[in-house]
């Protein structure tokens, strides 16, 4: 127990500091001495935690975000293969950041942290429009659209987007999640999503409980 939890805070220090290569290497060795990938997977998330209560401080700036969100992508990296087994199983998700905007490295990190916690996510990217958010979740039969945003300029996006699901009769039936540093959930309320997501964390427990949702009303 001593050796795990030393490895453990390690590959935290590595986030923290955002070292890519020694989050890599930190994960290579908890694999190695046998941690299950899942601890694993939950040590990176308490890490990145802390890294965005650093950046909310102040004490962080969106540099060091990025590189603690660096070397969760690295750990991650060497943990999916251990992981496939249960990938996709806790459900389907459609990612991306909405139209009006490119910003991606929190959409990025709960893209990771989603995939190692079983989901099947299938990223579009930045700048994408309701439409194509719509058309890619019918096309793969998604529990979930998850749609981040960082400008509140683009805010409204999530909105249509919503609504576009109700156009085509696929409220209730494709659930949806929204997330970003300008939102809340008093916004996630408004527009009529089904979670809001304040971090990578939160993202998990949110989609967790949606797919209960939707599965369970057997749609």
């Known amino acids: 127990m001593g050796d795990e939890q030393g490895i453990l805070s390690e590959l935290s220090q590595a986030i923290i500091k955002g070292q890519p290569e020694v989050a890599r290497a930190k994960t290579q060795e ?7 990938p899942f601890v694993t997977i939950q040590a990176m998330q308490k890490a990145m935690s802390i890294v ?18 660096q070397a969760v992508q690295a750990a991650g990296e060497v943990l999916r293969p251990y992981l496939k087994g249960r990938a996709g199983e806790a459900g389907r998700i459609i990612l991306g950041t909405v139209r009006n905007d ?32 719509l058309q890619k979740a019918r096309e793969l039969d998604a529990d979930i659209i998850g749609m981040s945003s960082l400008l509140t300029i683009s805010m409204s996006e999530m909105e249509k ?20 540093a300008p939102l809340s959930q008093a916004f996630a309320d408004k527009i009529g999503a089904d979670a809001y997501a304040r971090d990578a964390a939160e993202a998990v427990r949110a989609a967790q409980a949606l797919v209960q949702r939707r599965r369970g009303t057997g749609a």
């Open 102 to 133: 490119i910003h991606d490295v929190g959409k990025n990190l709960v893209r990771i942290v989603l995939e190692a916690n079983g989901f099947e996510v299938h990223d579009l990217g930045v700048n994408v429009p309701s439409q194509t958010f």
């Open 52 to 69: 965005g209560v650093y950046y909310e401080q102040k004490l962080y700036y969106l540099t060091e975000m990025y590189m603690g969100a």
């Open 30 to 36: 908890s694999l190695a001495r046998g941690v299950d």
């Open 161 to 180: 987007t919503i609504k576009a699901l109700a156009e085509a009769g696929l409220a209730g039936e494709i659930l949806t999640m929204v997330g970003g």
